[in-house]
Nanobody, 122 residues
Framework: QAHLVESGGGLVQTGDSLRLSCTSS????????LAWFRQAPGKEREFVAA????????RLLDSLKGRFTISKDNTKNTGYLQMHNLEPEDTAVYYC???????????????WGQGTQVTVSS
């Protein structure tokens, strides 16, 4: 069973960049699809990005295109969410999720991390 741990969150200013990492242990990360979701205070969890196990296909929330990028390094059992030009509206807890069969915007992933807080000050 995969154990996912996110890292890289923090407090930044508007316009800054952050790279979140999602490290997997105990599972089959190299053959798992990976996704990032986020949940802002008082809001439902929303899809951010997803990538297939081999990194060949990605999906991104339309409103984030041009600022966020998802990637996956199977040699390091780690996935990444690169975020540029951050805005206060990006403030949320960011979660990574993995699944050997499902990928895409639905949250039907078997494995979830505990989340990492990203706070963007104006």
């Amino acid at each position: 069973q995969a154990h996912l741990v996110e890292s890289g969150g923090g407090l930044v200013q508007t316009g800054d960049s952050l790279r979140l990492s999602c490290t997997s242990s105990g599972g089959t990360f190299s053959t798992d699809h990976l996704a990032w979701f986020r949940q802002a205070p008082g809001k439902e969890r929303e899809f951010v990005a997803a990538i297939t196990w081999d990194g060949l296909s990605t999906r991104l929330l339309d409103s984030l295109k041009g600022r966020f990028t998802i990637s996956k390094d199977n040699t390091k059992n780690t996935g990444y969410l690169q975020m540029h030009n951050l805005e206060p509206e990006d403030t949320a807890v960011y979660y990574c999720a993995a699944d050997p069969h499902h990928w895409g915007p639905r949250d039907d992933y078997d494995y979830w991390g505990q989340g990492t807080q990203v706070t963007v000050s104006s």
